[in-house]
T-cell receptor, first 116, second 112 residues
Framework: EADIYQTPRYLVIGTGKKITLECSQT?????MYWYQQDPGMELHLIHY???????EKGDLSSESTVSRIRTEHFPLTLESARPSHTSQYLC???????????????FGPGTRLTVL | SQQGEEDPQALSIQEGENATMNCSYK?????LQWYRQNSGRGLVHLIL?????REKHSGRLRVTLDTSKKSSSLLITASRAADTASYFC????????????FGKGNQVVVIP
């Protein structure tokens, strides 16, 4: 099992609520990612970070925001949740060694979000 | 946009049989990776094959890569019930710099 953690694992919340999904890794990885995945479907990258104070939007437009104040922590926030945000959110991290193109990603267990 | 496309999408086999799934991609790559996802869980890295490699083995897994056809296959030999999962290929080609493009995934059900 990878040393990457997500909380909560499951969240059911009403429309309009502000939520923060937590992601932490203890591997010292510089690079972290957030993916959105609907059941049985592919992963869509919504945010990524190459290090502290670095955040970028991914391929899928998302109303969420992220921050990277510490290497090990990459929380995702939704200011006002809507039913269209119902999905599974997966956090991942990776470490690219110098001179290597190897980029295996380590995934957390995911947060399954349901917005009523 | 996702460039990995797995084929077939769903596979049901008996325990002990081999399972083969394919993936195609569109752009040049540095490497191609396969991941497994058990229901409701995160992905687990299985194997990586570099663009200058044609075949790689890891335990009961065999991966091939044909860069001329922009395709890869994953073979699981002597399947077990615990192999029941979704399998995704991912490439770094479209982006580089550690970003991956994941395909749609193959759902494999191994019947005991």
């Amino acid at each position: 099992e990878a040393d990457i953690y997500q909380t909560p694992r499951y969240l059911v919340i009403g429309t309009g609520k502000k939520i923060t999904l937590e992601c932490s890794q203890t591997m010292g990885h510089d690079k972290m990612y957030w993916y959105q995945q609907d059941p049985g479907m592919e992963l869509h990258l919504i945010h990524y970070s190459y290090g502290v104070n670095s955040t970028e939007k991914g391929d899928l437009s998302s109303e969420s925001t992220v921050s990277r104040i510490r290497t090990e922590h990459f929380p995702l926030t939704l200011e006002s949740a809507r039913p269209s945000h119902t999905s599974q959110y997966l956090c991942a991290s990776s470490d690219l060694g110098r001179g290597s193109s190897y980029n295996e990603q380590f995934f957390g267990p995911g947060t399954r979000l349901t917005v009523l | 946009s996702q460039q990995g496309e797995e084929d077939p999408q769903a596979l049901s086999i008996q325990e002990g049989e081999n399972a083969t799934m394919n993936c195609s991609y569109k752009t040049s790559i540095n490497n191609l990776q396969w991941y497994r996802q058990n229901s409701g869980r995160g992905l687990v890295h299985l194997i990586l094959i570099r663009s200058n490699e044609r075949e790689k083995h890891s335990g009961r897994l065999r991966v091939t890569l044909d860069t001329s056809k922009k395709s890869s296959s994953l073979l699981i030999t002597a399947s077990r019930a615990a192999d029941t999962a979704s399998y995704f290929c991912a490439t770094d080609g479209p982006y580089g710099n550690n970003r991956l493009a994941f395909g749609k995934g193959n759902q494999v059900v191994v019947i005991p």
